[in-house]
Each structure stands twice: as C-alpha cells, then as structure tokens.
C-alpha cells in the first residue's frame, strides 16, 4: 500500500480533529505536527504518535520525507506566509479558509501552486455534508428542473463568534457565511455571481470588535439565480460550538428542504440542561466513527495526495468564494449593490477595508 508522510501545522480544534484523523489512517506513514502551544503540541502528539513535534513550521517544512501538509493555523493573516512557504518547499497544501485577506495573495498562491504542479484545496469541509451532497446530486440530475432561488440560514453560538472575531476584523460573511457561499456556488456552476448586495446588523457585537452580529448576502448569478445566504454568531450558549443551518431550494419543477439545524440528537441531563450533540459544523469523533464533514474531507485530500487525484475544491473556486463575500462586506460598508468582477475602484476600496 502506498504510504506518505503528512504535516499538519496548528492543531487547535480543526488541526485536532485533522490530527486525529491522519494518524489512523494507513495512509499516513508518519504524522509530523507543528504547534507553538507547548502544552497542547504535548497533548496532540502523545494522542497521535505523531513522529516529530515542533514549535516551528519552518522545520516542518524543511523534512524532505513530508509530501503534504495541512495548514489549521490561526489568525487568519498566517494562512498566506505559510501556504506560500509550504508551497515552495513543494508540499501539497489543504488550508483551512479563509484561502488568504487579500485577492492578490490568493492569486499568487493559485499562481505558485499550478507553476510547481502541487495540488493546492482549501478546508471547505460543508461539500462533504451528505445532505449537502444530495442537494447537487438533485439540481445535476434535473429532479428540481431549472434552479430559481436559494437560501442558507446559518447561526453559530456567541462563544465561537467572540472566539473568531477576536483573532481580527472578520466578518460573518468570510467566516462564517462563506461555507454556504462555496456551497451553493458549487452545486450551481457552472453558473457565476454577477452582483452582491449585503446588511448587517450592529446590535451586540459591533460596539466591542466592530462584527456584524449578522450578515444577509444576497448574490445574483448570470443564470439569473438569485441566492441569498445569511450567517449570524450570537446564539445563547449551548452545545460547544453548536451550528444551526436551514436551506431551501426552489426550481421551475420542484423545490428541496433541508433541516441541517441538529436538533435530532437531544441531550438533557440535570447537570448540563438540554444540549444537541453532534452539531458542530466540522463534526467530532464518536467512538470509532467520525460524525461530521472534517473526517472525510481530511481523508479526500490525502488520497488525492496518494492517488494523484483532483481535489474536489479547486483553489480557483475558494478564490470566487473569496471575492463574493469581500463583495459583501463593501456592499455592507457603502449601502449599495457590488458588481462582480471587482473593478479597480471597488478592489481598491477592498483592500483598504481589509487593511484597517
């Protein structure tokens, strides 16, 4: 069986759960990690065996042996020295959205990856939702007839929102909202967004970190689609990191309901109250079974890795993704529709925003 060896740089929650994952599967010959936490580089690496533990990336990348790496790490403004590093080093990457803060980086990292034939995807782990699957599965094989409209409601709990707006100015839209956008970009292509028009609302958070509390997108396509995609994070607490996700989808011949909102589970204890297991939006291990869309997702990359498979989310697309929701935070800051592409005043005033 053909084996390699594997990296993954940052092991919070999702470079955990990638971890774990990698050290079980066959594939994987040896799990090196990077982690500068030095009580939970400890932690990971005595629970995955891992053969090397580092608190530099640099040295990771540095091990010849290392085909492919996984890149967890956070803040966000990381995502691009490290992939571009990786990259250079020759490892095939998967990184962890968002692809990077600004179009030009994202576009010399796509650049680089394709000049050095490295398969480069980006953690959009939401298409390894089966529900998510069979929603594609329904619009490609006409069930549904032509697409007409969509909608994506998404909300998350407080805890993980001040969590994620803490590292940084980010909001719902390229957190959070930006999992539905590739989702639903993914089962209409080939169709492509033309025009973003976006609210958010300033209630709670905005007056500490200046977030959205919640963010309304809505995207027409040049198929004349039109989708809209809200995300908020300020739910009550609940379960750890609990999402909740309504989707609809309506065609000239049918329409497709899906109930993502993890309230089949239900948990009620008297010490810990009522709780929905099982609802977070990467998923968590059960047992010998992984419940959620990071598992397999993790898996997919190191078989296309082994294999010489193509990545089912291409750099490119995450790129699209990335422009759609820069498009609507301007739209969100000047109160007025955004055309795509960008135009240089627009990508001007973009870089200005995510700069501040």
């Known amino acids: ?36 936490d030095a009580g939970r580089r400890e932690q990971v690496a005595r629970a995955t065996k891992a053969a090397t533990a580092t608190a530099d990336y640099r040295e ?15 803040p966000e403004t990381t995502h691009f020295p490290m992939t571009k590093a990786a990259l250079e080093a020759g490892k095939h990457v998967l990184l ?7 179009l030009a980086e994202a576009d010399e990292l796509i650049a680089l990856a394709r000049r050095k034939c490295l398969k480069f995807t980006i953690g959009y782990s939401q298409r390894f939702n089966p529900k998510y699957a069979y929603v594609r599965k329904k619009i490609a094989d006409g069930t549904l007839g032509e697409p007409v409209s969509c909608l994506v409601s998404r909300h998350i709990t407080r805890g993980l929102g001040d969590k994620i707006t803490g590292r940084g100015k980010l909001s719902p839209a390229a957190m959070e909202s930006t999992h539905d956008l590739d989702f ?20 709670v958070m905005y007056p500490r970190n200046g977030a959205f509390d919640q963010q309304w997108i809505t995207v027409t396509l040049d198929s004349g689609v039109v989708i809209v995609v809200g995300g908020g994070w300020i739910l009550p607490k609940g ?30 204890t008297m010490s810990g109250g009522s709780v929905f297991p099982l609802s977070t939006m ?47 935070d301007l739209s969100a800051e000047i109160d007025a529709p955004v055309p ?6 627009h990508a001007a005033r973009v870089a200005e925003m995510v700069k501040q």
């Open 1 to 36: 069986m053909a084996q390699v060896e594997v990296g993954v740089i940052g092991t919070g929650w999702c470079g955990g759960i990638r971890a774990d994952v990698l050290a079980s599967s066959p594939l994987v010959a040896k799990l090196h990690i990077a982690e500068i």
């Open 96 to 102: 962890e959205k968002p692809i990077a803060i600004e």
């Open 184 to 203: 639903l970009l993914w089962v209409l292509a080939p169709a492509r967004p033309v025009r973003v028009y976006s609210q958010g609302v300033k209630r």
């Open 239 to 268: 379960y750890p990191n609990f999402s909740s996700t309504w989707i609809e989808i309506v065609g000239s011949e049918g329409a497709l309901i899906v109930d993502d909102t993890h309230r089949d589970v239900w948990l009620n």
């Open 282 to 328: 990467p998923g968590e291990q059960v047992g010998e079974v992984y419940a959620g869309a990071m598992g397999p997702e993790t898996l997919h990359f190191l078989e296309c890795v082994v294999y010489d498979r193509q990545p089912l989310v291409t750099p490119e697309s995450a790129r699209q993704v990335m422009e759609t929701y820069l498009a609507a």
């Open 340 to 345: 795509l592409p960008l135009s240089n005043e």
């Open 60 to 74: 990771l990348l540095a091990n010849p042996a290392i085909a492919a790496v996984y890149i967890c790490a956070t």
